[in-house]
């Protein structure tokens, strides 16, 4: 059995999410009947490593299928590149170790949030970054990322993704929540050895009501400690948030 | 009568161009039906600086309108955004002179085109620059650019707009053509006097067919020298091109 590592850019706008739904296009549908395509008619399982909402990008998503087949790399990325829609492309194609799965053997995540603060909304970021109105204080969004930072019981930033499921484990650790200016937008980048159903989505709304005077920092403190996702703001919107990269462990390749 | 100046940017992927068309969604058509919402019922014609394909990008596309009202400037750019789709935004309103017309006042435009070169395109690029699978040769496209500035007979690279209709004067200056390059993209940069109809996008084809070695530099000489649209290249897709300028005499502004 060869197991193999896709490596995927994704513009989610058109998108249900990762996940295929019975009415709804999913990028999952797209990408297992693109294989099932190439392979004659075998069904591999493709699996991904997370699933993205509705309107999430992904700048490298990564996702993995077992075959006994011996399959041309180079080959099965132009077949995905020519069957997909233009809004999904291969990047690349790579074998892993048998045991690698895309989901189970990730270590990390990183994930980028893009604020747009202009005016007048630039039209050609109206898909890509959250347009906010309000006015932010800068100094206190810095004060206030700097509380998600470290390992935390992330239970009140997360939803359940199905009724009534709750992650087993809900502690997580973020690494850097960094906030990074350019022209018009900021891009908030977070990463962490893994993120809860939505953490990162309700960690911005949350963010932005401090620097916008909603929220205190203590009520960020206790927002934490209520341990209820009822407490903390509202999700930011899906389509100014990117998957830009999952890490697996050094040896997750097989070549 | 006052003389009101629009400056607008247009993300063109879902318009079927700027103009009124009975059959299909125009950025026009949304923009005059805001105004008269604006204007309580009074129909002012608004005219544009040009009449953009399906599909081609605006980032300071200029209208104007004349009405006897005197017209809140702040207020009117907040009724067009709130009006308007998200991907047509009004950026300034201005007092021009009585006198000014967006089309006949205007000496100058700028236009961008964008050329992706990656071997798999950047989704995110998918509707803003034509993905080009060919190798381009850079010093030759350099060469064949050159042979359009300066002041020339366009005929051989001006289609007509409606059937027959063939501009009075097809001569036209071109100022500047600079080709600057980023990470994985060309962008072609045209300023000039006036452009006629797909006369961007036909230039564009010609030059990628000279760097492709589809076509020599003797072949653009003589493809000039015909005065027939039929000897140009097919024309690059619309989606790659965005008005950036327009330009107009100095005093055309009242206030």
Same mark, same amino acid.
């Given at each position: ?69 011996? @399959?041309?790399?180079? /080959? ?16 690349? @194609? ?68 199905? /009724? ?27 990463? $962490?050895? $893994? ?25 960020? @403190? ?34």
């Amino acid at each position: 059995m060869q197991c193999y590592k896709l490596t995927l850019a994704t513009d989610g706008t058109h998108y249900n999410g990762w996940q295929i739904q019975s009415n709804a296009p999913s990028v999952q549908q797209h990408l297992q009947e693109a294989l099932t395509t190439f392979l004659g008619g075998e069904y591999a399982p493709l699996i991904g490593s997370g699933r993205t909402d509705a309107g999430v990008h992904a700048l490298n998503q990564i996702a993995h299928f077992k075959t006994e087949r011996s @399959v041309d790399l180079n /080959r099965l990325k132009l077949a995905f590149n020519g069957l997909l829609p233009r809004d999904i492309r291969v990047n690349k @194609v790579e074998i892993a170790s048998p045991q690698f799965h895309s989901r189970y053997s990730a270590i990390g995540k990183e994930y980028h949030y893009y604020l747009n603060l202009e005016r007048v909304m630039d039209p050609f970021r109206r898909l890509y970054s959250w347009h906010l109105l309000r006015k932010l204080d800068i100094p206190l969004l810095h004060e206030a990322a700097s509380l998600f930072i470290g390992t935390h019981d992330f239970t009140s930033f997360a939803n359940e993704q199905h /009724r009534g499921s709750v992650a087993r484990n809900p502690v997580r650790t973020i690494y850097r929540l960094d906030i990074v200016p350019s022209e018009n937008e900021l891009c908030l980048k977070f990463e $962490g050895n $893994g993120f809860l159903y939505k953490m990162v989505r309700n960690i911005v709304g949350t963010l932005v009501d401090v620097a916008s005077m909603k929220l205190s920092l203590a009520d960020v @403190v206790s927002i934490f400690e209520a341990k209820d996702r009822k407490r903390a703001s509202k999700a930011a919107p899906a389509h100014g948030l990117f998957l830009v990269r999952v890490d697996y462990p050094v040896d997750h390749l097989l070549i």
